[in-house]
């Protein structure tokens, strides 16, 4: 039987290189964004647009759309990055970080619970910029806290869904050369969905809830 994954903000970037990984893999690929892109309509078996993940009513209506699907990995992708400096703090930008980068995946994971069955899992898309250990550079506010939410909201996931047989991870793509860092990275989206998904193939529930670098690096909380 062919397995289905659901990646949210799948039109570009990490998303995108995760949709075009999986196709090729042969499984069914559903792509979540709220503006689809003709180089998404190629890679997803299905597209469902016009979805803000961090408003309740688009969120619902996805998990309609998705009624009776069953789904053996959901990624959540979709993400914001601002720039904050102490002494020029927006709070407008950090609320919205915190919105699609902690609040909303886990508004989908809940959404569709009925669509992941014993033996699926949970990718979390973050940062290691969400390390407290690790920030050692300070600034970045609003994307740091949001980062550490989601992987607190993961890793209480992780415990939940064990029961279940699900299974979560709270995963680092790496510095990514994406519109969101101005193409600045050091990897390609093709690089880091490909370590991206050898960590996700490699997820147990005995090794669920932890925080991994796309290169299999542990990271510290």
């Given amino acids: 039987m062919t397995s289905t994954v659901l990646i949210t903000g799948a039109n570009r970037g990490v998303g995108l290189a995760l949709a075009r990984h999986y196709r090729a893999a042969g499984w069914e690929v559903i792509g979540v964004c709220r503006e689809a892109s003709f180089e998404l309509a190629e890679a997803a078996s299905r597209v469902i647009e016009g979805i803000d993940v961090t408003r309740e009513e688009d969120v619902r209506k996805l998990a309609e759309a998705l009624e009776g699907q069953s789904l053996e990995l959901l990624i959540n992708n979709a993400g914001m990055l601002h720039d904050e400096a102490l002494g020029e703090l ?22 569709l619970l009925p669509c992941l069955g014993e033996g699926a899992k949970i990718a979390n898309i973050t940062s290691r910029m969400g390390s407290i250990a690790d920030n050692d550079s300070g600034g970045r506010y609003g994307y740091r806290a949001s980062k550490a939410a989601l992987n607190a909201f993961g890793k209480s996931l992780a415990v939940d869904l064990a029961p279940r047989g699900i299974a979560v991870a709270q995963l680092h793509p790496g510095y990514v050369q994406t519109r969101m860092v101005n193409f600045g990275g050091l990897i390609s989206p093709e690089e ?30």
Wanted: aromatic residues 10%.
């Fill in 90 to 111: 927006d709070f407008d930008a950090i609320r919205a970080q915190m919105e699609v980068n902690a609040y909303a995946p886990l508004r989908v994971v809940e959404a």
């Fill in 192 to 221: 880091a969905a490909t370590g991206l998904a050898e960590r996700i193939e490699a997820l147990t529930l005995s090794t669920s809830g932890g925080f991994w670098h796309s290169n299999g690096e542990p990271l510290p909380w």
